[in-house]
């Protein structure tokens, strides 16, 4: 006598046979595209820090300075022209760094979910709960990179809902074995 698997229902996809995962979901790979669109804005974020590199140290120069004759006026302690330009190359060289981590993250993320990993999806939505706090501090300082980063949180809000859709979640539940 042989035993037959029991039959699991995992969404509109079709039965697999045992041992193999049914195909990936139409929702699946809208969140992984969306990642890949994602890590291109970082990407294209990194460049534009570098191509405006001088025009960002310029405008760190001028609110060391600014900031220097406010001290001073108190009688605080300013910062040297040496330590001005330094705080001014190390700006760019964070942006750049933060830049690289975000598009890193964003082609893990895209990876890992791609192979339908529980766990990135995970990680995936703790992220995106980081990006909505840069968000909210975004709002706080009202600059023009608010743009920017609100593009970038509605990229991973649409990854975040096409994740954690019924398909997906059928698709990426671990499978009992």
């Known amino acids: 006598m042989t035993f037959q698997p029991y039959p699991t229902e995992s969404g509109?996809?079709?039965m697999a046979s045992p041992g193999q995962r049914p195909a990936q979901p139409q929702s699946l790979r809208n969140a992984v595209r969306l990642m890949w669109v994602g890590a291109a804005l970082a990407l294209i974020g990194v460049i534009v820090t570098l191509?405006?590199?001088?025009?960002?140290?310029?405008?760190?120069?001028?609110?060391?300075?600014?900031?220097?004759?406010?001290?001073?006026?108190?009688?605080?302690?300013?910062?040297?022209?040496?330590?001005?330009?330094?705080?001014a190359s190390v700006t760019v060289i964070l942006l750049v760094i933060v830049g690289i981590i975000a598009l890193l993250l964003w082609v893990w993320m895209a990876w890992a979910n791609n192979k339908g990993s529980n766990w990135a999806r995970i990680v995936a939505t703790v992220?995106?709960?980081?990006?909505?706090?840069?968000?909210?501090l975004e709002v706080g300082r009202a600059s023009i990179t608010i743009i920017v980063v609100a593009i970038g949180w509605l990229v991973g809000l649409g990854a975040i809902v096409?994740?954690?859709?019924?398909?997906?979640?059928?698709?990426?539940?671990p499978q009992v074995r």
């Open 12 to 14: 509109n996809n079709a």
């Open 51 to 87: 191509a405006f590199s001088s025009k960002i140290k310029s405008a760190v120069t001028k609110a060391a300075v600014k900031a220097n004759a406010t001290r001073r006026s108190q009688g605080k302690s300013v910062l040297t022209t040496s330590q001005i330009h330094s705080v």
């Open 127 to 136: 992220l995106f709960g980081l990006n909505t706090i840069s968000l909210l």
């Open 162 to 173: 096409f994740l954690w859709r019924k398909d997906t979640t059928a698709y990426v539940r």
